[in-house]
C-alpha cells in the first residue's frame, strides 16, 4: 500500500499565512501576494496585522478565481519580458 507523500512545505511565512487563509494551491500563493500588494493594498505588506493579511488572501484568491485568465495572462507576460531580458543581458 502507498502512503501520501508528505506535502512539501512553505518556506515563505506570508505564503504560510495565505494558505491557511485561503486554502489555495501551492501554485497560487505567490499571484495570490502580488494581488494583495497590487490591487488590496497598493502597498507593502510589512505594516499589516495578520488579521489583515488573511482577510487580505481571501478578497485577493477571489479576485484571483474570479479573473483568474487575467492574472495568469499578466504573470505570463510579465515572466516572458523578464526572460527576454535576461537573455539579452546574457548576450552582451
Do not use: C, V
Amino acid at each position: 500500500m502507498k502512503s501520501k507523500p508528505t506535502p512539501r512545505p512553505i518556506k515563505n511565512p506570508l505564503h504560510g499565512l495565505i494558505q491557511k487563509a485561503t486554502g489555495a494551491p501551492l501554485a497560487d500563493l505567490a499571484m495570490i501576494e502580488n494581488i494583495m500588494r497590487d490591487n488590496i493594498f497598493h502597498s507593502t505588506l510589512d505594516w499589516q496585522t495578520s488579521e489583515q493579511l488573511s482577510s487580505a488572501a481571501r478578497q485577493a484568491f477571489n479576485l484571483l478565481n474570479e479573473n483568474r485568465d487575467m492574472y495568469e495572462f499578466s504573470r505570463t507576460s510579465a515572466l516572458a519580458a523578464f526572460n527576454e531580458m535576461r537573455a539579452a543581458e546574457a548576450s552582451r
